[in-house]
């Protein structure tokens, strides 16, 4: 019945994506549904299009959080599927419609079950795509106005079979920072190179010495990678380029790494900009913090897990991920966990054939549940 309920819910979720920070459809839907299983508070509006609703029972005055996001990304959906976006160019890629689904199935159940004693927070978040929407909530207090002590959060996982369920203490996430470096010289004819001070050897120069920070400059204990994705210069067939833009992205599992891949990048662009002649800068910026889970927190949802699902179905992965996860934003105040449940043999996340599958959404609600009528136990 509520497997039936939540899976209509995640098709018309899905048939109407929304992109971060523009959930208004997403939001209300989720605050009507959230008063209908009689909530006694869902406030809308927390970091823009955010919902935070509280559900609370007997006299205990411990509180931990259940997090789902809501946003969809900026690609066209290729798909015969009923309930295939009605809205172009955007699309439920990454399963948020039925990470959305699946924490009000959880309201759902536990506000007509309970079996738990205190204060849950179902934290409906904006814009993880882009990293923001954690913060926007955390910047509107979400934290002071609605308190709690710790905090859960699922992502499905293609190729995981379903009623699989996957996570890891420590660092599980990595950090996501993004670099453009500048070099700008002296266009001119590509016949006579020598007059100017051209950029596109320099670039590439640029480019194969930022492969040495990792082999090179980090300990080998550590995981990181740095990438180049982007080298534009605006020189043409003849012309000789005046400016090369090289962009790209790292990422790491410690914020020191992160700071290190930052320092030693500027070390190379300086070096490489006297070298070739040419004026250097670079613009770093964290886009995605390191997702690290607590010790407590991580046995507790295995424990839950392990309940719900079956030992053989519940595994701790050896290591971590190096996707990014704005969740990770609500480890730097309140301890918690993040966990990985399967969703079968269907296309790999942000793919335009991707759909999430509902036979995970009762896995995902009662895992839910169970988490919190374990750390909320009764009595
Ligand atoms: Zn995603
Ligand atoms: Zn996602």
């Given at each position: 019945?509520?497997?039936?309920?939540?899976?209509?819910w995640?098709?018309?979720?899905?048939?109407h994506?929304?992109?971060?920070?523009?959930?208004r459809?997403?939001?209300a839907?989720?605050a009507?549904?959230?008063?209908?299983?009689?909530?006694?508070?869902?406030?809308?509006?927390?970091?823009?299009?955010?919902?935070v609703g509280?559900?609370t029972?007997?006299?205990?005055?411990?509180a931990?959080?259940?997090?789902?996001?809501?946003?969809?990304?900026?690609i066209a959906?290729?798909?015969e599927?009923?309930?295939?976006?009605?809205?172009?160019g955007?699309?439920?890629?990454?399963?948020?419609?039925?990470?959305?689904?699946?924490?009000?199935?959880?309201?759902?159940?536990l506000?007509?079950?309970?079996?738990?004693d205190?204060?849950?927070?179902?934290?409906?978040?904006p814009?993880?795509?882009?990293?923001?929407?954690?913060?926007?909530?955390?910047?509107?207090?979400?934290?002071?106005?609605?308190?709690?002590?710790?905090i859960?959060?699922?992502?499905?996982?293609?190729?995981?079979?379903?009623?699989?369920?996957?996570?890891?203490?420590?660092?599980?996430?990595?950090?996501?920072?993004?670099?453009?470096?500048?070099l700008?010289?002296?266009?001119?004819?590509?016949?006579?190179?020598?007059?100017?001070?051209?950029?596109?050897?320099?670039?590439?120069?640029?480019?194969?010495?930022?492969?040495?920070?990792?082999s090179?400059?980090?300990?080998?204990?550590?995981?990181?990678?740095?990438?180049?994705?982007?080298?534009?210069?605006?020189?043409?067939?003849?012309?000789?380029?005046?400016?090369?833009?090289i962009?790209?992205?790292?990422?790491?599992?410690?914020?020191?790494?992160?700071?290190?891949i930052?320092?030693?990048?500027?070390?190379?662009?300086?070096?490489?900009?006297?070298?070739?002649?040419?004026?250097?800068?670079?613009?770093?910026?964290?886009?995605?913090?390191p997702?690290?889970n607590?010790?407590?927190?991580?046995?507790?949802?295995?424990?839950?897990?392990?309940?719900?699902?079956?030992?053989?179905?519940?595994s701790v992965?050896?290591?971590?991920?190096?996707g990014?996860?704005d969740?990770a934003r609500?480890?730097?105040?309140?301890?918690?966990?993040?966990?990985?449940?399967?969703?079968?043999?269907?296309?790999?996340?942000?793919?335009?054939?991707?759909?999430?599958?509902?036979?995970?959404?009762?896995?995902?609600?009662?895992?839910?549940?169970?988490i919190?009528?374990?750390?909320?136990?009764?009595?």
């Amino acid at each position: 019945m509520l497997m039936r309920e939540m899976s209509g819910w995640r098709r018309e979720l899905h048939a109407h994506p929304e992109f971060g920070f523009e959930e208004r459809r997403t939001s209300a839907f989720v605050a009507a549904k959230l008063r209908e299983f009689g909530l006694g508070e869902v406030v809308e509006g927390i970091g823009g299009t955010g919902v935070v609703g509280t559900l609370t029972r007997g006299g205990g005055n411990r509180a931990i959080a259940l997090r789902a996001d809501m946003d969809a990304l900026r690609i066209a959906e290729q798909s015969e599927l009923p309930y295939r976006s009605r809205n172009p160019g955007i699309m439920h890629a990454c399963g948020h419609d039925g990470h959305t689904a699946m924490l009000l199935g959880a309201a759902k159940l536990l506000a007509e079950e309970g079996g738990f004693d205190g204060t849950v927070r179902f934290v409906f978040q904006p814009a993880e795509e882009w990293g923001r929407g954690a913060l926007a909530m955390l910047d509107d207090g979400l934290l002071e106005r609605f308190p709690f002590e710790e905090i859960y959060g699922l992502h499905n996982a293609p190729g995981l079979p379903i009623g699989q369920f996957q996570t890891r203490s420590g660092p599980i996430m990595s950090a996501e920072d993004n670099f453009e470096i500048v070099l700008s010289g002296v266009g001119g004819h590509a016949a006579r190179p020598h007059v100017g001070s051209e950029t596109l050897v320099a670039a590439c120069a640029l480019v194969t010495s930022l492969q040495t920070i990792v082999s090179r400059r980090l300990s080998p204990a550590e995981i990181a990678v740095v990438s180049v994705t982007e080298l534009i210069t605006d020189g043409t067939r003849n012309a000789l380029p005046g400016q090369a833009r090289i962009l790209g992205d790292a990422r790491s599992f410690h914020p020191e790494v992160s700071a290190g891949i930052e320092a030693q990048m500027r070390v190379i662009a300086e070096g490489i900009a006297r070298a070739y002649n040419v004026e250097q800068s670079v613009i770093y910026t964290r886009e995605f913090v390191p997702l690290v889970n607590q010790p407590v927190q991580t046995e507790a949802a295995l424990e839950a897990a392990r309940a719900v699902l079956g030992a053989e179905y519940v595994s701790v992965v050896s290591e971590p991920f190096t996707g990014s996860e704005d969740f990770a934003r609500f480890l730097a105040h309140v301890p918690g966990c993040f966990s990985f449940l399967g969703n079968g043999a269907s296309a790999p996340l942000h793919n335009p054939r991707y759909d999430f599958n509902d036979e995970g959404l009762i896995h995902g609600a009662r895992f839910h549940a169970e988490i919190v009528r374990r750390r909320l136990a009764v009595g």
